[in-house]
């Protein structure tokens, strides 16, 4: 087993799945028009719906059958008290609807987005991301060393070196509603605005909005208080068609900290993160089994 995951590309895990994301996006796309039963998590805007929970069960049952000993990080699974625990073993780290609030309004950006991984790479690239933007039928794949692809095309990032002024830049509100999160993401985009910046956006799921910078369309991409799930994936996207990922503070990326940059290039990002603030957010793998669905309510959108 040891030999096997010190000679495997992977190659044959990204094919797998990447036919199993496109065939269970099936049951998302059916679902999309439909009305929901919302469940709420960490807070009044943090949503799952059944579509979630039974995307998440199928996407593992199907990589659990076919790679009996690879380890999961799955959104859902976590929401209802596993572990965020990375080990050397090949893991898959799974968001089974990402935008999960644009899915119960019917805004049409919601992926799948699954990153593999192995020896417990926090900071390092993955081995292999797919995000799939369902309802645009755009499928965005990146494998370690061998580039980032949109539908079987090459992808780049815009390649602009300094001139912030001409910069469009992501980001994501996020679910926090708390009083410091609001006022630290509200006076960030004020400060990007009023450099000023060409644009800020926000496409309301972290994987699209990310794979935004990889395809050059926007240059900058900037979140505080998302998980892992949301950006693995993506990360290598961006990193794969030649941009790059840091934390907000400057330091290496490191998908557990729930702060990320990913930029067109280092002076980009650097740029970034000297305008933006972060609020504090407790780590996804500290404290290793936390339970944060309270079963707040249940509402129909
Ligand atoms: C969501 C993101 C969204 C972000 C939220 C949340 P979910 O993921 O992708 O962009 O702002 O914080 O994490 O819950 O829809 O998978």
Known sequence: HLFSIIMSDWTECLK????LTKQTSEIILNAFKQQKQVHLKSSQADLVTETDLRVETILKSAIRDKYPVHRFIGEESVAAGECVELTDSPTWIIDPIDGTANFVHRFPFVAISIAFTVNKQVKAPMEFGIVYSCVEDKLFYAQK???AFLNGEPLNASGQEVDISRCVVVTEIGAERDDLALSTMTSNIFRLLRIPVHGVRALGTAAVDMCQ????GADAYYHIGMHCWDIAASSIIVQEAGGVVMDTDGSPFDMMSRRVIAASSTAVANRISQVIQ??????DDEDQCRCICGGKGVNSV
Do not use: D, Q, S
């Open 145 to 147: 060393g061998r580039g």
């Open 16 to 19: 797998f799945g990447i036919n």
């Open 278 to 283: 972060a609020f504090p957010c407790r780590r």
């Open 213 to 216: 910078v990889a395809t050059g």
